[in-house]
C-alpha cells in the first residue's frame, strides 16, 4: 500500500494498533508510552504533556483510555494535575537505591565473585488469590509475570529465585533477556518504575529434591538451606515484586549491620 503521508510528516504511533490483540488494555499500553517519554526525557521534569483531545487524536483512542492511563501514571507518582491548567511532569526524587541492597549481581561483584543466571521458566500467567492479595492485584489485572532463575557465583549454584511482577506495570518484561540484564535495571530504565522500600523475611528449611538438585547438593542426604521471601514496593505503596528465594545454607550466610538510623543488608558466600 503506497504511504499516503506528507513528505516530512511524522508517522503517527502504531504501537497500540500492532499490539492491540495481545490481551494488553489499551489504557496500560498508552500509560507506558507515556512513561517512555518520561523517562527519556521528551516529557521534561515540570513539562505539561498533551491535552486529553490531543492525545486522543494522536494515538486513535478514547477518552477514556487516555484518562485511565493519565490515572495510572498520576498513581505512580510521574504525574500530577493542576486544577484549570493541566497535566504535568513530576520532578523525580533521588531515591534508596534499593536496587543495590537486594542485587545479587551487585552483591557477587562486591565480594569479587563472577555472578551469572540461567533462567529456567519466563512466563505469563493468572495469578492465584494468594499472589493477588500479596500484589494487590485487581480482578481486571490479575496477570503477572513469573521468572524462575538459577544464581550462580563462580559459576557454583547459590540460588534458586522466583521473581513474581504484575504485568500491567511491566507489560513487555516476559520478552526480555533475563540471563544478561539485570532485572531493577530494566524496571528503573524501561518502565520508569523505583523500588523504594522492600519487607523480606526469613526462613530455615530442608530442600526438596528438586530444588536440592538445582543447587548441586549432594544426593541422599538433607540439605538446608534459607527460604527468603520479599515484597518491593514503589514510593506510593504499590507492590511491584514478590520474591521467593532458595539459598543453599552451607555456600551463604545473610548479615545486617544495625545502625542509629538504617539497616545494611550484605549476602555472605562461599564458594
Not at 496500560?28 to 490531543?54: F, H, R, S, W
Request: proline share 6%.
Amino acid at each position: 500500500m503506497k504511504d499516503s503521508r506528507v513528505r516530512g510528516e511524522p508517522a503517527r504511533p502504531a504501537l497500540l494498533e500492532t499490539r492491540q490483540n495481545d490481551g494488553i488494555p489499551k489504557y496500560v499500553q498508552l500509560a507506558a508510552i507515556i512513561k517512555d517519554k518520561i523517562i527519556g526525557k521528551e516529557y521534561a521534569a515540570n513539562q505539561q504533556i498533551p491535552t486529553e483531545e490531543q492525545l486522543c487524536q494522536e494515538y486513535q483512542v478514547s477518552r477514556i483510555t487516555v484518562r485511565e492511563a493519565v490515572n495510572r501514571l498520576v498513581q505512580d507518582n510521574l504525574l500530577t494535575r493542576k486544577q484549570g491548567k493541566g497535566t504535568y511532569v513530576v520532578p523525580q526524587k533521588l531515591r534508596r537505591d534499593i536496587a543495590k541492597v537486594y542485587s545479587f549481581t551487585h552483591d557477587m561483584e562486591q565480594l569479587g565473585l563472577r555472578p551469572s543466571s540461567t533462567v529456567l521458566d519466563q512466563r505469563v500467567e493468572v495469578a492465584d488469590a494468594e499472589l493477588r492479595a500479596r500484589l494487590k492485584l485487581s480482578e481486571s489485572d490479575d496477570r503477572v509475570t513469573r521468572i524462575r532463575r538459577l544464581r550462580k557465583a563462580n559459576g557454583a549454584p547459590i540460588l534458586v529465585e522466583t521473581t513474581i511482577l504484575p504485568v500491567h506495570l511491566c507489560p513487555r518484561l516476559v520478552e526480555e533477556d533475563l540471563e544478561n540484564r539485570s532485572l531493577y535495571q530494566i524496571l528503573t530504565e524501561q518502565y520508569g518504575l523505583f523500588p523504594y522500600t522492600a519487607e523480606e523475611t526469613y526462613e530455615p528449611v530442608i530442600l526438596r529434591p528438586a530444588d536440592a538438585k538445582l543447587l548441586e547438593c549432594r544426593p541422599r542426604r538433607p540439605q538446608a538451606a534459607f527460604a527468603i521471601e520479599r515484597i518491593a514496593y514503589l514510593e506510593n505503596g504499590t507492590p511491584i515484586e514478590y520474591t521467593r528465594s532458595l539459598a543453599r545454607g552451607d555456600r551463604m550466610t545473610l548479615g545486617i549491620t544495625m545502625l542509629a538510623d538504617k539497616a545494611d543488608f550484605r549476602r555472605r558466600v562461599g564458594v
